[in-house]
């Protein structure tokens, strides 16, 4: 109770002078005051992040929209943008299926363009995959080894400031920090295993969108390819993750299977 009073002051604090730089930071302090940490530090990997009452100006904005780190906003400063998990990157992501450079932006002129810098899960740009550079227009999607999703927003657009973790909402709900699947006030436990998380994770953020077999693959084995899961395989994962969430819900089934297509979460309204 300690820790949570400490870590309730911190945020009130930081977040009213606004020296907390993304929700990103939030959750790694959180993670040190839970855990009975005494000493943390606030990381700022992500220099052009900017917070709820900061403003982009007139540059362009990248915003997460899917994955570990969604909500985050980072300006695009200079005319150069490496996108990766490396400690060089303008846009760092925390997660192993991105490779250490993974995309590059840049500018020439007044246009912005992007490119794939030989990622192993590659880069997709509006769900085509990116085999050579291309321009950026306002509300692109960007698509990063099929786990993190980002949108492209010009600097005469209005970008959104609200925050919401997950669009869809209904009984079944992730805390993502944590990994943990709530349906209703009930926890699933145990805690399902990595790659029936992944699953469920890929399925929660299409929002009642059919999820291809393809792109279950790419979020749940990124190191394999495609060819290399069988069609078996994927059933399998699909049935004991059904089983797990009936285990606390029994009267429905989340989890759809759409023949031809691949499969979807349905995701009923609380109560």
Same mark, same amino acid.
């Given at each position: 109770m300690q820790n949570r009073a400490l870590w309730e002051e911190l945020v009130s604090g930081l977040w009213r002078e606004s020296d907390l730089r993304s929700l990103v930071d939030l959750y790694e302090i959180r993670r040190g005051f839970?855990? &009975?940490s005494t000493t943390f530090s606030v990381p700022l990997k992500n220099e052009g992040v900017f =917070?709820?009452?900061e403003s982009a100006g007139n540059k362009p904005i990248l915003t997460v929209e899917e994955g570990e780190h969604v909500g985050l906003r980072v300006v695009i400063e200079g005319d150069n943008f490496l996108i990766g998990r490396g400690e060089e990157c303008q846009l760092v992501l925390n997660d192993r299926a991105v490779s250490r450079q993974h995309a590059r932006i840049w500018r020439e002129g007044d246009t912005y363009y992007i490119e794939d810098l030989h990622s192993k899960n590659g880069t997709w740009l509006n769900d085509e995959l990116l085999e050579a550079p291309r321009p950026l227009t306002d509300g692109d999607r960007i698509q990063l080894a099929m786990t993190v999703r980002i949108v492209f927003t010009?600097?005469?657009?209005?970008?959104? @400031? =609200?925050?919401?973790? &997950?669009? @869809?909402?209904g009984r079944l709900t992730l805390d993502r920090d944590a990994r943990r699947v709530f349906i209703g006030q009930q926890e699933v436990v145990p805690p399902l295993s990595p790659p029936q998380y992944r699953l469920l994770q890929l399925l929660f953020d299409a929002g009642g969108a059919v999820c291809t077999r393809e792109e279950v693959v790419r979020a749940v084995w990124p190191e394999a390819a495609i060819e290399g899961v069988s069609e078996?395989?994927?059933?399998a994962l699909v049935r004991r993750l059904r089983d797990r969430l009936a285990e606390v819900d029994p009267d429905h089934q989340y989890v759809v299977t759409v023949r031809g297509h691949g499969f979807r979460l349905d995701n009923p309204g609380p109560g």
């Open positions: 839970y855990a &009975g =917070s709820m009452a010009e600097s005469d657009a209005t970008v959104e @400031l =609200s925050f919401e973790p &997950g669009r @869809l909402k078996q395989a994927i059933d």
